[in-house]
T-cell receptor
């Protein structure tokens, strides 16, 4: 599976949009980009995933560049409860094995 | 979506003993996985639980240490055998439902080996 690169940490202001970048320059055509987050002491929570089109759901938006080598997760209005470790993972279709990196520790501040 | 229940949620175990963790899903799922998260670390895939056949283990994990059962499409168990303090971790079950490409996780089972 392709590897991903994420910033180690980010601070965000409450009420503002949080933009979380992820590089996946070796992604192949049949690999999806998945985002999860893990709040301390809990199991990972699914956020969103996409193949090549931008995606939006009730939690977030996923923007994938045209060459698919990077993506951005957008939390439109960050709250204190969004403080978590966010993982960007590239997943081979029909495989569904998740290879977790270190993720980005996001701290939302009042 | 899928609702996943894991038991036990927490346990403290004596070294040398074995513990079986259960994962129950509220709907039939095509794929079930077991992950481990050691203290301060990210998640690592242990194995894919295959219904009606032996689990498929990732590099570094073996059946003798982590035997897995999956008798049907909604249930799986992971046993941590002959435990040592290095096995102190969170063990997580994840599933892919029969439709869609979303993968869901349980809340995990926190094991402390003393």
């Amino acid at each position: 599976d392709a590897k991903t690169t994420q910033p180690t940490s980010m601070d965000c202001a409450e009420g503002r949009a949080a933009n979380l970048p992820c590089n996946h320059s070796t992604i192949s055509g049949n690999e999806y980009v998945y985002w999860y987050r893990q709040i301390h002491s809990q199991g990972p929570q699914y956020i969103i995933h996409g193949l090549k089109n931008n995606e939006t759901n009730e939690m977030a938006s996923l923007i994938i560049t045209e060459d698919r080598k990077s993506s951005t997760l957008i939390l439109p209005h960050a709250t204190l409860r969004d403080t978590a470790v966010y993982y960007c993972i590239v997943v081979l279709s029909n495989d569904y094995k998740l290879s977790f990196g270190a993720g980005t520790t996001v701290t939302v501040r009042a | 979506s899928a609702v996943i229940s894991q038991k036990p949620s927490r346990d403290i175990c004596q070294r040398g003993t074995s513990l079986t963790i259960q994962c129950q899903v509220d709907s039939q799922v095509t794929m079930m996985f077991w992950y481990r998260q050691q203290p301060g670390q990210s998640l690592t895939l242990i194995a894919t639980a295959n219904q009606g056949s032996e689990a498929t283990y990732e590099s570094g994990f073996v059946i003798d240490k982590f035997p897995i059962s999956r008798p049907n499409l909604t249930f799986s168990t992971l046993t941590v055998s002959n435990m040592s303090p290095e096995d102190s971790s969170i063990y997580l079950c994840s599933v892919r439902p029969s439709s869609g490409n979303t993968i869901y996780f349980g809340e995990g089972s926190w094991l402390t080996v003393v």
